[in-house]
Nanobody, 123 residues
Framework: QVQLVESGGGLVQAGGSLRLSCAAA????????MGWFRQAPGTEREFVAA????????YYADSVKGRFTISRDNARNTVYLQMNSLKPEDTAVYYC????????????????WGQGTQVTVSS
C-alpha cells in the first residue's frame, strides 16, 4: 500500500512557474514508477508525465514537453513536477500516481492515486 499526498498547487499568472511535490508514505516508494496526471473541469483525466523507478527514464505529454520536468528523490520518498511557462490551459487538478512502469502510467494503468492539488493559471 502506498499513500500519496500532493502539495504545491496554487494560483499563478501565465508565464509563471510552480513546483508540485508528492510525498509517498511506505517503504516501497522506490519499487514504483511515478507519474502526474491532470483533470480540468468537464474533461477526462489526462497523462502529464512519468518517471521510472531510478529516474533514468521520463515521459511527457506533448502539451507539456519542454515546459514541465518530472523528477524524484527516492531518499525522501518524493516525486516532483516543475512547471514553467505556465499557460491558462494548464489549469486543472493535478494528481500524483504510482504504477508498475512509465509505459503503464502513460496509458493510464495506475496502482495508486493521490487526492489532487489545484493549479490555476490566470491570463
Amino acid at each position: 500500500q502506498v499513500q500519496l499526498v500532493e502539495s504545491g498547487g496554487g494560483l499563478v499568472q501565465a508565464g509563471g512557474s510552480l513546483r508540485l511535490s508528492c510525498a509517498a508514505a511506505g517503504r516501497t516508494f522506490s519499487y514504483y514508477s511515478m507519474g502526474w496526471f491532470r483533470q480540468a473541469p468537464g474533461t477526462e483525466r489526462e497523462f502529464v508525465a512519468a518517471i521510472s523507478r531510478t529516474g533514468a527514464l521520463t515521459y511527457y505529454a506533448d502539451s507539456v514537453k519542454g515546459r514541465f520536468t518530472i523528477s524524484r528523490d527516492n531518499a525522501r520518498n518524493t516525486v516532483y513536477l516543475q512547471m514553467n511557462s505556465l499557460k491558462p490551459e494548464d489549469t486543472a487538478v493535478y494528481y500524483c500516481s504510482a504504477g508498475q512502469t512509465p509505459s503503464n502510467l502513460r496509458i493510464g494503468v495506475v496502482n495508486y492515486w493521490g487526492q489532487g492539488t489545484q493549479v490555476t493559471v490566470s491570463s
